[in-house]
Nanobody
Framework: VQLQACGGGLVQAGGSLKLSCVVSRSISNSNVMGWYHQAPGEQRELVAQITVGYSIDYANSVKGRFTISTDNAKNTVYLQMNSLKPEDTAVYYC?????????WGQGTQVTVSS
């Protein structure tokens, strides 16, 4: 399973970005699809995830600002990020779990300037 993330970039605080992650396998067969981020010197952390039953969870720090969604026809997972803050600066990774195995994309850099 391959995941290709894109959509990162440099944006001013208060701005928006939309990340996309194209998966080489049908995402309707996945257990969980998610987005994580990792800032320099920090652990990788969950940002948002959506389960096979369409249960959605967000990190407290992004609730109300970020939205995870999927397009099963395109095997794509999105992360709409609004009202971005400098502390959102990180490499963002998409991830998929199929039958207990985790797969990761290559990461896309998001930088938010103050």
């Amino acid at each position: 399973v391959q995941l290709q993330a894109c959509g990162g970039g440099l944006v001013q605080a208060g701005g928006s970005l939309k990340l996309s992650c194209v998966v080489s396998r049908s995402i309707s067969n996945s257990n969980v699809m998610g987005w994580y981020h990792q800032a320099p010197g920090e652990q990788r952390e969950l940002v948002a995830q959506i389960t096979v039953g369409y249960s959605i969870d967000y990190a407290n720090s992004v609730k109300g600002r970020f939205t995870i969604s999927t397009d099963n026809a395109k095997n794509t997972v999105y992360l709409q990020m609004n009202s971005l803050k400098p502390e959102d600066t990180a490499v963002y990774y998409c991830a998929a779990n199929y039958f207990g195995y985790d797969y990761w994309g290559q990461g896309t850099q998001v930088t938010v300037s103050s």
